[in-house]
């Protein structure tokens, strides 16, 4: 089992739609997690940090986290082109490793 | 301004022949640590130290070397240099909260070429 698994996608989004982009993490004792943005040739940028189960909203984005399910996922709300990119989620381990998963590309469609 | 230096950011290399690519942070960060990119493999972890002459090996070590003398900088050292090397590199810190390491800043990558 990979230790942070996305789906690649591509995944395409209406614009003004909500995207959802999710990923599952395989150390049950991971207490910090992220998701970054990384748009083509661009170093990666975070977009959000959560560490307690439950809803945490910034703007348009709300990432949620279930520890039980090991499960974290990032919504994007009212989605536009510029949201284009491949969104990273990450976990930050036990022993100070952080871990990516490959990454979800995400297409905003005009 | 807060920032991730790292040099050079684009090299082409031989087999064989020592580099070194640089790091060096700003914001008084204890974290730090090397990931390289790979089509299709994401971002993988080489090193990282959580402060001043403490390193750990990240999932991918094999083939390199770093050294943490100074809180600001964190070399990445390939000693002889392969062609499975060739990659983008990617430094980043972050400061140290309770639970570990926090959000991650990057450097602008740096693209080696081992030929």
């Known amino acids: 089992q990979k230790e942070v698994e996305q789906n690649s996608g591509p995944l395409s989004v209406p614009e003004g739609a909500i995207a959802s982009l999710n990923c599952t993490y395989s150390?049950?004792?991971?207490?910090?997690f992220f998701w970054y943005r990384q748009y083509s040739g661009k170093s990666p940028e975070l977009i959000m940090s959560?560490?307690?189960?439950g809803d945490k909203e910034d703007g348009r984005f709300t990432a949620q986290l279930n520890k039980a399910s090991q499960y974290v996922s990032l919504l994007i709300r009212d989605s536009q082109p510029s949201d284009s990119a491949t969104y990273l989620c990450?976990?930050?381990?036990?022993?100070?490793?952080?871990?990516f998963g490959k990454g979800t590309r995400l297409h905003i469609l005009p | 301004e807060a920032q991730v230096t790292q040099n050079p950011r684009y090299l082409i290399t031989v087999t064989g022949k020592k580099l070194t690519v640089t790091c060096s942070q700003n914001?008084?960060?204890?974290?730090m640590s090397w990931y390289r990119q790979d089509p299709g493999l994401g971002l993988r972890q080489i090193y990282y130290?959580?402060?001043?002459?403490?390193?750990d090996k990240g999932d991918v070590p094999e083939g390199y070397k770093v050294s943490r003398k100074e809180k600001r900088n964190f070399p990445l050292i390939l000693e002889s240099p392969s062609p499975n090397q060739t990659s983008l590199y990617f430094c980043a810190s972050s400061a140290r909260l309770a639970g570990g390491p926090g959000e991650l800043f990057f450097g602008e990558g740096s693209r080696l070429t081992v030929l």
């Open positions: 914001m008084n960060h204890e974290y």
């Open positions: 150390d049950r004792v991971s207490q910090s």
């Open positions: 990450a976990v930050s381990k036990w022993d100070d490793k952080i871990i």
């Open positions: 959560i560490y307690s189960n």
């Open positions: 130290s959580m402060n001043v002459e403490v390193t």
